[in-house]
């Protein structure tokens, strides 16, 4: 550092900087400085000429978000990969950290060709959790949306979550179609698909709104939806969070759901979201109680009381599921 | 296309016929030219979609009923009794075909409101059911729903506080029910009919009813005039339950009869097992070697292992119909169903007819086999799977294969033991034993105490085995079982054979030196339809 940097460093001691720091920082803007005085010293070609003025530069393509190329992950060779990892990786490790108990299987029996797996969406865990409890074979013939803007936003995450959980970008900040037609192709394919169609994870324990993909999707392949209630999850690891902490996990699938005749994707989202909650109360209320509050129309919403942020948040402690009781009958 | 049932003449060219012996198998040579083979038709193709069947079921009743939808209201007393432990044989894989019926039945009761649900298995004198069998039976969302309430549990027929005397039948037969089903609003039975025997007014009047309300049809007398038992036309067990059916139905205990049939997928149409269900021309080398594999393994396990081994399987059993509304209506539609899987034709009667016994019963499952339980299997089921006449003439020989170890539950058959013990080591004639021991039994505080506290068998229960192949024995100039245990054989009044050729040398005492012979190939379940 020049010795004029250091005097007015010391001089200027802004915002309570460290003079230490405030030397270190004016130090780095010395050494960019010096890199761009060699970049002009170097000719053409071995630097890029500058742009000329008035020409529209060509903009650069993108590789990774939604634009991200995730068909590599789909090769045999990463699927064996896959297999083995989720197999001897992440169903141990969801074992161990959230000791899944799975509920509704049954209602899977005898569904034949692709799905789509729909779950509300309380944490990163969800998504192993359903890698490690949804029944094979989907189980390995699976893609998964993913926030294109989270999981695909650089190039180290972005070819991990292709290849560890098989995820397929979904733009959540723009509208557009390459998501949805990418997603519809591999349906198409035989591929099963599994989305959180709350759109991100819960900020507050209860849940969002459905979105449409989920609907729309099952409508344009002619496919159905089957609706998955997560509990337990933002216990492991809410948003926010960054180390998981040990607690039980349930998973209950629903009964598979078929768009209706003329039901548009926003009405048959919102049919899922319903399912979904009611996949909750049958968890808190049991199942008889829950099948008559989904006939009477009063199946408590997924988003919760209509009350204030706080109340709400206050509420959803008091919520615990029916628990299974411990066998008091011998085994014989 | 499933294939039907048939009977194979056997000649110098037939292959050694499958014989179930226990928790293990034998492979026999049946003599050329005078012997037949009864094989079961292939497993008939289930229903696509049977919960959609089953709601559809509901909603098109059967005879003078309802719909379901229609019979339900808020504020009505509904109980829901279903078959079992008994039914089906093997238990079934998951999902069972009475959560698929409650569960469908609950949801109409759930679009209604209604609140007060009792759900009963409808046990008789059988042995209560566990929380993982009645879970298996009902499913868990069913069994989370009522069981912790206390909504969701075992008949009783021995609470004197829940049983309800309706009447008396003309034949002064005793009506006596469980209380909450009887004074429900509506009665809806849940029924797996996997033989003709099962169903119809059975399940009431049997299923839910008492000691002394049993005792009227479950004796030697009706048992002896049921030609078969099988055959509900010609069985008086079916004619007492139908008597007794009337008075329920008089008495004004409104019912609404669910009844299912399933097909003889027992051991499914691939894995290791499948080649139990093949005929034995038709297994491919593949068959073989896990044939040879499974003897070989199960020779070197223990038999606590082996009996597990079996025990644990679960039968890929499809629905192939559901209707209900009316009983009787009901039941007629369900018999024709069952034929439709089971009844093959054959012609004639033979001298000897031959039978491999299996590890199950309706009285063992996750249990024992015990000696009685072989006799009841054999004299009493597998006999009686007939219409018509015996497939052995009367004065004919009985041959069946088990080990017959002297072995019981000591939990599931207390009563099973002291009668094995004591009783027939005095008489096995069913009349004798009927009348000299059979109230003692009945009425002994510690088996009723076993019966309804732990997970005993009634009292009695033994007896009705017994009973259960009297017409058998009544028909039958001798019984021997082939690689049973010397000692359990003779107890139960029968004689043991080391190997199949011995036991058709003892035969010819009976039957002369060159017997015709019947086998039964069975399981999957079969019925003769002998003219």
Known sequence: MSPKATELTKRLPVNGVSAARSASMMAKVASAKARNATKAALPFPLTPPPVPAGVEPREKKSTTGADYDTDWARSYPARLARVMLVQGLVRPAVKAIASPRVRGLDRLNGLEGPVIFAANHHSHVDTPLLLATIPEPRRHRLVIGAGADYFFANRLTAPLSALVIGAIPIERTKVTRKSADQAAALIDEGWSFLIFPEGGRSPDGWGQPFRGGAAYLATRCGVPVVPIHLDGTGRILRKGKSLPQRSVAVVTFGAPLHPAEGEDSRRFAARLEREVASLSDELYSGWYEARKHAHAGTTPPLQGPDTGAWRKAWTVGDRTPRRKRKATWPEL | ?531
């Open chain 2, 1 to 531: 296309m499933p294939r039907p049932g048939f009977v194979l003449d056997v000649d110098r060219s037939t292959p050694p016929v499958l014989f179930h012996h226990g928790e293990g198998f034998r492979l026999e040579k049946l003599p050329a030219d005078r012997s037949r083979i009864i094989y079961p038709a292939e497993p008939i193709e289930p229903i696509a979609d049977p919960v959609g069947a089953i709601r559809h079921a509901l909603a098109n009743p059967l005879g003078d009923a309802a719909p379901l939808a229609a019979q339900l209201l808020a504020g009505m007393k509904l109980t829901i009794c279903f078959d079992d432990i008994s039914l089906p044989l093997p238990p079934m894989k998951r999902p069972d075909i009475r959560q698929m019926v409650i569960e469908a039945v609950l949801d109409l009761a759930a679009a209604a409101g209604v609140d007060d649900v009792h759900l009963i298995a409808a046990l008789a004198l059988h042995r209560r059911m566990t929380e993982s069998e009645l879970r298996h039976a009902v499913g868990d969302r069913v069994y989370e729903a009522f069981a912790p309430s206390g909504a969701l549990y075992n008949h009783d027929a021995e609470d004197p506080d829940n049983l309800l005397e309706i009447g008396t039948t003309k034949h002064g037969e005793v009506v006596e029910i469980n209380k909450r089903a009887a004074e429900s609003d509506l009665l809806v039975y849940v029924n797996i009919n996997l033989v003709s025997m099962d169903g119809g007014w059975k399940s009431t009047a049997t299923g839910l009813s008492s000691y002394k309300s049993l005792k009227h049809h479950h004796n030697v007398k009706t048992m002896q005039a049921s030609t078969s038992f099988m055959d509900r036309h010609k069985s008086e067990l079916h004619h007492s339950n139908w008597r007794m059916g009337e008075v329920l139905k008089s008495s004004g205990v409104k019912i609404f009869q669910i009844e299912t049939t399933m097909n003889n997928n027992v051991f499914g149409t691939d894995g290791p097992m499948s080649v139990l269900q093949k005929r034995e021309w038709e297994w491919t080398a593949r068959d073989r070697m896990t044939f040879l594999a499974m003897q070989k393994g199960l020779d070197r396990i223990s038999p606590r292992m082996r009996r597990q081994a079996f025990q644990s399987w679960k039968a890929p059993h499809a629905m192939t119909s559901v209707q209900a509304g009316e009983v009787d209506a009901v039941h007629e539609v369900t018999t024709a169903n069952v034929f439709r899987q089971h009844l093959v034709p054959v012609e004639g009667q033979t001298d000897i007819l031959t039978m491999g016994l299996p590890y199950i019963s309706p009285y063992n499952v996750n249990s024992i086999l015990n000696p009685v339980l072989v006799m009841c299997l054999g004299l009493g089921y597998f006999f009686n799977l007939y219409r018509g006449k015996p497939p052995v003439r009367e004065g004919g020989v009985l041959i069946m294969s088990h080990p017959t170890p002297w072995e019981f539950h000591p939990v599931h058959h207390p009563s099973y033991i002291d009668f094995f013990e004591q009783v027939l080591s005095e008489t096995t004639d069913p009349l004798v034993l009927e009348e000299k021991f059979e109230k003692q039994f009945a009425e002994d505080e510690w088996y009723r105490h076993l019966y309804r506290t732990s997970y005993a068998y009634h009292g009695v229960h033994p007896f009705y085995m017994w009973y259960w192949g009297s017409h058998a024995m009544q028909h039958l100039g001798r019984v021997i079982i082939v690689g049973g245990e010397e000692r359990s054989v003779r107890r139960l009044g029968f004689q043991p054979a080391s190997t199949l050729q011995d036991a058709f040398e003892m035969a010819s005492d009976v039957v002369g030196r060159e017997p015709t012979i019947t086998h039964l190939h069975n399981p999957p379940i079969l019925m003769a339809d002998v003219t």
